[in-house]
């Protein structure tokens, strides 16, 4: 008996081992703290855990006071867009072994939307500007007695767009959007390149009215902030740039 | 036992997020677009003019008021030189009105930082169109 339990002995090696990461997280509850506060915790993780699971840890085992917005918890549903490390990113989508955990790992709600608590923010200014660029399809003419059909070039041409999840972690990470909450702010140019590119759609004229605004797209600097915070890897500089050339020779 | 009475979020700037509708202006379109243009054309312009001035024979040691009032007697340089004022002018202070609308926060300090900017922009525009076409060689 005793040899064959020494055969399924697995080596260490192989087993991944748990090590302790500790969080710097920035608090602010309005009920009593005038001014946001960076607090420690110390858990123990996997390196294949999230940063998710370790914000749930720790609302589960250390401080039950610490809020967060987390839904799906795969990256689709954006609503854990944080900044970790200086960086927006999404929670779910942030593994600890690709951070360094020699060092306090900071974590922080995203900036220029106002803090309501923790890591949770006011996102009305965010979907007011998503909604002034008309984010649904304007068709023109009589509707068909068919679906409207699209070529495959034509759909490639609003492909990238079309991932967006509306987490707000480009508009959060645009340096403009920082110091003057009027620009519309990347994700609401990138809503609007999704429908200005659309073969089917034909509210240019309208969405251009919007775009073409003081606040608009020529606001962009494009710094790539946005392109390098976006967790669906949309190139959103490239579009904000798609979309400066159409209003200049106002044709898609 | 009455519920807490909670305070409202404290809110993102003192501006609100209406805009104004019906304003059709393509002002934003045409400073974007002079920006890239007007900066092709002064690379030409002012590393030309620093080449010249420079390097060309002699560089800035050989520059005097008769090299300037000679160079001024020719169309050709003071079309060169006016160009290169207004572009330079124009271009540089569409910058800063770009970086104080970015970084100004309060509404006053953008007006007033604005109109320094435009009141000392016009001043040198003037100021070097009127020497350049005013230029007498013969002063003193």
């Known amino acids: ?252 | 036992m009455s519920a807490p009475s909670i305070d409202a979020p404290r809110s993102f700037s003192g501006r609100s997020m209406n805009r104004r509708n019906g304003q059709r202006s393509n002002f934003e379109l045409y400073s974007w677009l002079f920006m890239r243009i007007s900066g092709i054309v002064l690379v030409f312009l002012v590393l030309g003019h620093l080449f010249i001035m420079n390097i060309l024979d002699g560089g800035v040691q050989r520059i005097n008021f008769a090299f300037v009032a000679g160079r001024w007697a020719s169309p050709f340089w003071q079309v060169w030189d006016l160009t290169m004022l207004w572009l330079a002018m124009l271009h540089g202070t569409n910058g800063m009105r770009t970086i104080i609308n970015d970084y100004a926060e309060r509404d006053q300090t953008r007006f007033w930082l604005k109109m320094i900017l435009y009141v000392s922009a016009g001043f040198i525009i003037l100021l070097g169109t009127l020497v350049v076409f005013t230029f007498d060689p013969n002063i003193g």
């Not at chain 1, 609302?59 to 954006?78: A, M, N, P, W």
């Not at chain 1, 995203?110 to 890591?119: C, H, Q, S």
């Not at chain 1, 923010?121 to 649904?136: G, S, T």
């Open chain 1, 1 to 252: 008996m005793a040899a064959v339990v020494e055969e399924v002995v697995v080596t260490e090696v192989d087993a991944p081992v748990a090590s302790d990461v500790t969080f710097r997280i920035r608090r602010f509850i309005p009920e009593f703290d005038e001014e946001p506060h960076w607090e420690d915790y110390t858990i123990a993780l996997y390196p294949t855990d999230r940063v998710l699971t370790a914000l749930d840890k720790i609302k589960g085992e250390l401080d039950g006071t610490l809020s967060f917005r987390r839904s799906c918890g795969h990256g689709i549903c954006g609503s854990d867009a944080m900044r970790i490390n200086g960086r927006n990113r999404l929670a779910c989508k942030t593994l600890v072994k690709d951070l360094d955990i020699k060092k306090p790992i900071t974590v922080e709600a995203i900036k220029g939307l106002p803090l309501e608590k923790d890591m949770i923010v006011d996102m009305e200014p965010f979907f007011a500007a998503y909604r002034q660029v008309l984010p649904f399809l304007i068709p023109e003419g009589h509707d068909p007695t068919r679906e409207r059909l699209q070529s495959a070039e034509d759909r490639a041409r609003f492909d990238d767009t079309t991932k967006c999840i509306l987490c707000a972690a480009c508009t959060t990470s645009c340096p403009v959007y920082w110091t003057d909450g009027q620009y519309f702010g990347p994700a609401a140019i990138v809503a609007a390149h999704r429908f200005i590119f659309d073969s089917r759609d034909s509210g240019f004229e309208q969405r251009l009215e919007v775009l073409n605004d003081k606040e608009g797209v020529w606001r962009c600097r494009t710094t790539f902030n946005c392109t390098d915070a976006c967790p669906r890897g949309i190139e959103v500089t490239k579009a904000i740039q798609e979309v400066k050339r159409a209003l200049i020779f106002r044709r898609v």
